[in-house]
């Protein structure tokens, strides 16, 4: 079951933000989304989120094209995770990940449960207020915030950014154990290497629009097609 963007197009009033973008994300795997600052990688979380209109192309899964609505997104089981840590800062965790399981029904307290066992570092903070957490602690939340809706998909924008490297490493290894068990992911990581070392598949991202899609490894091996796509040189 392939989630399918085909010739997506987003504008903001006469600016155009995302042109003729077209990738796929499966099962099991992570397609990394890479660009310089304003090359529309958010703008594509936030478009594939429900979050953002979309002018142009279509979203389908398994063939099936979803309304472009937060709720119909959520539904069809994906889930983002957008830039900035956000979270819910005059909440305490708990009430954080009960609010954002609060569809879930009878099944928000199985799933709550396997959040705490992915973070047990959020198990221990379960009545800490949010906005007194690092901001470490706060991107775990933030990712335990979209796994309470049990996503096939995951959207993640910008994990790392501002973070220390052994938080990262072990964010890391969560995205890593969610890819093991199926889930599928795009991720849009300013660390360039980082996110090729752990992808199928990459897309490159300049000015809106599509530079270079294909094998992460690709980009890996040829460090002058990744310069090429990335910076039009």
Known sequence: MTLAVQNLSVTDGTRTLLSGVSL??????????????????????????????????????????????????????????????RVLTMLSVDDNLRAAGSLMGAK????????????????????????????????????????????????????????????????LSVVMTLKAQGTGILLIEQFTDLALSIAESAVVLRSGKMRYAGPASALIADKTLLQNAYFGV
Not at 139 to 163: T, V
């Open 24 to 85: 796929t994300i499966s099962p099991g795997q992570v397609t990394a989304v890479i660009g310089a600052n304003g090359a529309g990688k958010s703008e594509l979380v936030l478009a594939l989120a429900g979050m953002l209109p979309i002018s142009a192309g279509s979203v389908t899964l398994n063939g099936q094209p979803i309304k472009p609505t937060p709720e119909s997104i959520r539904r069809a089981g994906i889930a983002a995770v957008p830039e900035g840590h």
């Open 108 to 171: 928000a307290a199985t799933q709550l449960a396997e959040v705490y066992a992915i973070f047990p570092e959020l198990a221990e903070r379960k009545s800490q207020l949010a906005g007194t957490m690092s901001g470490g602690q706060q991107q775990m939340l933030a990712l335990g915030h979209a796994l309470m809706c049990a996503p096939r998909y995951l959207l993640i924008d910008e994990m790392s950014l501002g973070l220390a490297p052994l938080i990262v490493k072990r964010l």
